[in-house]
């Protein structure tokens, strides 16, 4: 059974950094695509970043440049650095596997604010 | 920047069918696209119903399903139960991008 615990978050003022992690388990992350996407208070999902299992590396055009999507796989755990934080970054982030292994995390709360 | 449309709410009937669409602004989907079917329940975490189009996960009801309609990724609940009311978001892959529709709230009267 695949199971992803997202942590991280938190409350961060408006250009600060922040690092979310997602530890995996029933699942090796080398071997499986991983997203992370967010929902903004009572908003509809937003897809993030991809990081497939060649390691190549997909964002969205509202985070490029300031977030980063990662995973180490000797710990199994997906990353997402971001920096320059704004207001509008505030939301639950999910981390999700692809395809079959399509579970979500519970989600981890981010807050921008001063 | 591909937006998708997705109908804003529907309402079935208990033991209805009802099928929800997904309009992508970009044109036809096709299953190189790969639509996923995510339900959402209100203080929960969506979950994937469907993947690769038509794939079910273990945890999928059978009374869900999954395809292309006229080049539209499409949600078929046939049989409609109360615990099904939810919201129901389309999500596809375009262009090395994931985009999610707008989602449909889901109603079961």
């Known amino acids: 059974e695949v199971h992803l615990l997202e942590s991280g978050g938190g409350l961060v003022q408006p250009g600060g950094p922040l690092r979310l992690s997602c530890a995996a388990s029933g699942l090796t992350l080398s071997n499986n695509g991983m997203s992370w996407v967010r929902q903004a208070p009572g908003k509809g999902l937003e897809w993030v970043s991809d990081i497939v299992g060649s390691g190549a590396t997909y964002y969205a055009d509202s985070v490029k440049g300031r977030f980063t999507i990662s995973r180490d796989n000797s710990k199994n755990t997906l990353y997402l650095q971001m920096n320059s934080l704004r207001a509008d970054d505030t939301a639950v982030y999910y981390c999700v596997g692809h395809g079959g292994s399509s579970t979500w995390g519970q989600g981890t709360l981010v807050t921008v604010s001063s | 920047q591909t937006v998708v449309t997705q109908e804003p709410s529907l309402t079935v009937s208990p033991g209805g069918t009802v099928t929800l669409t997904c309009d992508s602004s970009t044109g036809a989907v096709t299953s190189g696209n790969y639509p996923y079917w995510l339900q959402q329940k209100p203080g929960q975490a969506p979950r994937t119903l469907i993947y690769?189009?038509?794939a079910r996960h273990p945890w999928t009801p059978a009374r869900f399903s999954g395809s292309l309609l006229g080049g539209k990724p499409a949600l078929t609940l046939s049989g409609a139960r109360p615990e099904d009311e939810a919201d129901y978001y389309c999500l596809f892959t375009y262009d090395g991008a994931r985009v999610f529709g707008g989602g449909t709230k889901l109603t079961v009267l």
């Open positions: 690769d189009t038509n």
